[in-house]
């Protein structure tokens, strides 16, 4: 179920007596790698208590629509984005009607209709409340508006009959929740990316850096998270917020970053290079602000280490991706580096005329061993996910 890793999985729990199988649903779902949260209604705390789903979830229960407090910490509007797919589990036949008339008079049902993520119910009810035809045209009607379906299966019931409206067992309705996901071409993969520039100080003050603004790799980040990746991204310093899902570590300088980069990379499956990294540093930053008592100043600089070659050089060491930012030659120096760092593939980018460094939108020549695939002109974001694509295919040609 790799493609549950990192997932935000909203689980309704309605009144049903298979509310106890819910319970089972949330580790199911967090061993498959997804946080979940629940929203736990009137009727499904009469069967399982709120702090057992705080326990197994590890996340507060939400229950209340018109609660200030909770509104507060996280109210509908927000758990509704949080959630990558919301599955209603046990959807009782009372839950279905109510969906199917689009309410909004509790919490799940204000979630289920404020959220773009897919939403799934997992029918439980008696047998005769399944059969009944507006229990049928109910669920007829959400399935025509995109909702899933997981179930039921057929069996004893609590009740003593026999028939359709068992919820199905909590491993079923885990794995069809993964399946609501894309296969997720980094599914399970660990990624580092770096990104952003460094800043070298020069004396408590001032420092050498670069017109890195981040977006590139935050940008890459984000959509290798979105591919199902951990990702851990360690920035240089940037303006930009974290994309969510993804564990950042704040450096400045480019001995911090390697620093950062070294401790992680024996844990990654994918490296992706995409900052500036300053090349040289100041010999000897002085301590105390610099004066400016002459009319030159030299300043005395020594090479920093580079990052992306010594990841490419760990033994069983990570897929390699570097970054290339060049204002001529971009193919042969491209080249060159790809072969000088010994990587896997890289991606070049001309820098100027609105592209490369601080813009919105980039535009890349990705080379590897087999050749160059352009990636034409576009929003980074869009950019990033091509890229992922490509390496992902690039990723498993090279497991075999
Ligand atoms: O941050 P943005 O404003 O969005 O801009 C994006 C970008 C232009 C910075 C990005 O797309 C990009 O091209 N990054 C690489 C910048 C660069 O010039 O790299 P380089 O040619 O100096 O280095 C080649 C590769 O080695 C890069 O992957 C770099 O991260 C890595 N490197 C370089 C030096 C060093 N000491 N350590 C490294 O790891």
């Not at 109210?75 to 990558?84: F, K, N, V």
């Not at 919105?360 to 990636?375: F, K, M, P, R, W």
Request: charged letters at 20%; glycine letters at 8%.
């Amino acid at each position: 179920m790799h493609s549950l890793a990192n997932k935000h999985i909203l689980l309704g729990v309605t009144g049903s007596i298979a509310a106890y199988k819910a319970a089972e649903l949330v580790r199911r779902l967090r061993e498959g790698g997804a946080e979940v949260r629940v929203v736990l209604s009137a009727g499904g705390a009469e069967f399982v208590t709120p702090l057992t789903f705080q326990a197994l979830s590890a996340n507060p229960v939400h229950s209340e629509l018109l609660d200030t407090e909770a509104e507060a910490a996280m109210g509908h509007i927000e758990l509704a984005r949080w959630a990558d797919a919301v599955v209603v589990a046990p959807a009782s036949a009372n839950v279905i009607a109510r969906l199917a008339q689009g309410r909004a008079d509790d919490l799940l049902a204000a979630v289920c209709l404020a959220t773009e993520a897919p939403v799934a119910v997992a029918p439980a009810m008696n047998q005769q409340m399944w059969a009944n035809a507006a229990t049928q045209d109910n669920l007829q009607r959400l399935r025509e508006r995109g909702m899933h379906q997981f179930g039921p299966a057929e069996g004893d019931q609590a009740c003593g009959e026999t028939g359709l409206g068992r919820m199905l067992e909590a491993t079923d309705i885990a794995r069809h929740t993964a399946g609501l996901f894309d296969t997720g071409a980094l599914a399970g993969l660990r990624v580092l990316v770096t990104a952003g520039p460094t800043q070298e100080a020069i004396d408590p003050v001032r420092y050498l850096s670069n017109r890195s603004s981040g977006r590139m790799g935050y940008a890459v980040a984000q959509a290798a998270a979105e591919a199902g990746a951990r990702v851990t991204l360690v920035s240089g310093p940037t303006a930009l917020p974290t994309p969510p899902r993804v564990a950042r570590i704040d450096v400045r300088s480019a001995q911090d970053m390697h620093e950062a980069v070294q401790e992680q990379a024996g844990g990654a499956d994918i490296f992706i290079a995409t900052a500036a990294v300053a090349d040289y540093r100041p010999a000897a930053p002085a301590e105390k602000k610099i004066k400016k008592t002459t009319d030159t100043l030299s300043l005395e600089l020594v090479r920093n280490p580079d990052i992306l070659a010594g990841v490419a050089a760990l033994p069983g060491g990570p897929f390699t991706v570097g970054f290339a930012a060049e204002t001529e030659n971009l193919l042969a120096y491209a080249r060159d580096k790809l072969a000088r760092k010994g990587l896997d593939m890289i991606a070049a980018n001309r820098v100027g005329g609105g592209l490369g460094f601080e813009a919105e939108e980039n535009a890349l020549s990705v080379i590897d061993a087999n050749g160059v695939t352009e990636l034409p002109q576009a929003a980074k974001s869009q950019l990033a996910r091509r890229l992922i694509v490509l390496i992902a295919k690039h990723f498993r040609r090279r497991l075999g």
